[in-house]
């Protein structure tokens, strides 16, 4: 068996990044040729974290193809997420904990995916179920991640198994959570020096929702008004990527991380059955999601519900 | 929480049935309101195995929707191959161990699969991860699935992993796997007394495959010519199957369980490029496949592949 490249999502987040790390580390123990890549830029917050635990970013590649025949998927399962050319390289495995959508294999395959807050905590099941310790910095890339997708612990998808696993990761890493979640999502929430295509692209998944094709934007913010000062420039990019998509609906959501609601800016012909889903109307193209912070269980369930 | 049903895939073999019986039994000790049902009749081998382990057949169900908005996948994944209102509930949870194809969720689920040739092998993990004991005849139920899957431990699906599990349970179940197992096959290779529209339809399964609808169906056989015989006959019922349903093609398998080869008939407009990717000649409409006893691992891998 050659070469296994290990990956998270497109435009990927802090989870994305730790979990190819975390995995590929713990299949190399198992005596895997695995190598963690990336599908994109590392944000502020995953750069702070990487810092943080001594790590550089995984190396970042455009095609898997070239260099491996088979490749492991972790938070994320939908093809058009994942890499370009994932039709020419086997899915021998993903780690995910996701819904399930666009994702179609010809062979079986180890796939594991459980309704919890973050990939973090899955792998730190499976770290136990094959009996490898978790190195110290390990464990403060897997808390990072924890951290990341709950927003220190806040989002309705953080679960009693993602607490634990926290308080398990942060005795290993030896540090405190709270103190170091904060500065960590800080560092993920300081907007200054970033462009709009940047805002826009960082975090941004896209989604087939009923035959409809759906982008959901999200960035972290101390101040919404930071981003919304700019709204009118933001929604000619916006709307110029809906063109080139071809999309249905551009959401672009700007998440508080401090009294945790999102204000959002809504696009395409689909904005007003969205906005209508949330019981919210749309005033100026935007609208306040009061308490939304998590795309997954929060935003995507309503808007595949609303427009299937 | 309802209750949950628990189910394998319609034409159920004896792994889809025991392992909605097994996995029922566990999420009942864990305190789910669980229920194991089945999609269709039971084989003469599965019928072997409830009552050598002293089971009942579960409850026939139709449509899931009007008992229970959540349900468990067993043994498949695939929309055609479940209950047919299966967009009317929520699958909660999937433990299977074939490819991912033609599945879609709104939300985050529980999915557990492994390459590994038999449901009842990830089961008796589960059982472990949840420091449940597995009951005497409820291994005797796994182990029957096992040795259904590998045709007693034949099949290329059979892995290191089948193996073991397989050891384990017989010990719990206190059974002669390989006396027990050829007594169980023979039950199932019985074909005395089975109409041809049973024959077809006992095992037969369709999957999508690059835009075209195929349906294999397999039935194992002591005396092959039992089956073939009937060849005429066996075809109109075939071709009605594939004008009815607008497939491609129609794989009816007849595998041996003695020498462990495979003789197929192939109708439909795909019929010459399905046997082309054997390299076999179909010959008035037959080929023998030598070695091919696994629809799973040796059928649909290469088809998929042939007519992508």
Do not use: W
């Amino acid at each position: 068996m050659g070469k296994v490249l290990v990956f998270g999502h497109k435009n990927p987040d802090t989870d994305s990044i730790t979990a190819a790390i975390s995995l590929a580390y713990l299949k190399q123990q198992l005596g895997m040729d695995a190598e963690a890549v990336r599908l994109g830029s590392i944000s502020g917050e995953t750069a702070y974290a990487l810092s943080q635990f001594g790590f550089e970013a995984p190396r970042l590649i455009e095609k898997a193809a070239p260099e491996a025949q088979q490749v492991i998927l972790v938070d994320h399962n939908e093809k058009q997420q994942s890499v370009d050319d994932l039709d020419d390289v086997q899915v021998i495995e993903v780690v995910d904990h996701h819904r399930i959508a666009n994702f179609q294999t010809a062979d079986p395959l180890y796939y594991r995916a459980e309704p919890v807050g973050c990939t973090a905590t899955i792998l730190n099941k499976l770290y136990k179920e094959h009996g490898v310790e978790i190195p110290k910095n390990i464990a403060g890339l897997m808390l990072s991640a924890i951290i990341s997708d709950s927003l220190l612990f806040k989002s309705p998808t953080f679960t009693e198994q993602d607490r634990v696993a926290a308080e398990e990761l942060a005795a290993i890493a030896d540090v405190d959570a709270h103190v170091y979640g904060l500065e960590m999502l800080k560092a993920g929430a300081d907007l200054s020096g970033k462009s709009l295509e940047e805002l826009v692209s960082l975090d941004a998944k896209e989604f087939t929702m009923g035959g409809a094709k759906v982008e959901i934007a999200q960035v972290n913010a101390i101040d919404v008004n930071d981003v919304m000062s700019r709204q009118a420039e933001l929604e000619v990019l916006l709307n110029s990527v809906i063109e080139e998509k071809g999309l249905s609906l551009f959401l672009f959501a700007v998440t508080d991380i401090l009294n945790n609601d999102s204000t959002v800016i809504a696009l395409g012909t689909a904005a007003e059955r969205a906005c209508a889903a949330f019981n919210v109307a749309l005033t100026n193209n935007t609208a306040i999601l009061k308490g939304v912070v998590s795309r997954k269980k929060q935003i995507v369930p309503v808007l595949t519900e609303a427009l299937k």
